[in-house]
């Protein structure tokens, strides 16, 4: 199961973690962000490379807002506590694992 980050833990979860991690910015109202999140849990059961965490934009204002974010689903690769890259939308499995083979290069 993904974690749940806020804009309260981001920095010690995100910004400081030593595992590069996908965050999935979403919101419970967002239909292509309920099809995309059992993916993504896929694969964070699946990779050791990535962890994936989940942010809901609705309750973590803040951090959508530093990330610049207009549209959800949106997913940002962080890397050494940097966005390194992101995905709008949601996508089939094969894609988003190649993007994020991509962003971890």
Same mark, same amino acid.
């Given at each position: 199961?993904?974690?749940?980050? *806020?804009?309260?833990?981001? +920095?010690?979860?995100? @910004? /400081?973690?030593?595992?590069? *991690? #996908?965050?999935?910015?979403?919101? $419970?109202?967002?239909?292509?962000?309920?099809?995309?999140? $059992?993916? #993504?849990? +896929? %694969?964070?059961? /699946?990779? /050791?490379?990535?962890?994936?965490?989940? #942010?809901?934009?609705?309750?973590? +204002?803040? *951090?959508?807002?530093?990330?610049?974010? &207009?549209? %959800?689903? *949106? &997913? %940002? &690769?962080?890397?050494?506590?940097?966005?390194?890259? +992101? %995905?709008?939308?949601?996508? $089939?499995? $094969?894609?988003?694992?190649? /993007? @994020?083979?991509? &962003?971890?290069?």
């Amino acid at each position: 199961m993904a974690a749940d980050v *806020t804009d309260s833990n981001f +920095q010690a979860e995100v @910004i /400081e973690s030593d595992v590069p *991690t #996908l965050v999935d910015f979403w919101a $419970p109202w967002c239909g292509p962000c309920r099809k995309v999140s $059992p993916i #993504l849990e +896929q %694969i964070d059961g /699946e990779r /050791e490379d990535v962890r994936v965490v989940k #942010l809901n934009t609705d309750d973590n +204002q803040a *951090t959508a807002a530093k990330y610049g974010i &207009m549209s %959800i689903p *949106t &997913m %940002i &690769m962080f890397k050494n506590g940097a966005p390194v890259g +992101q %995905i709008v939308g949601a996508h $089939p499995k $094969p894609r988003l694992n190649a /993007e @994020i083979d991509r &962003m971890l290069g």
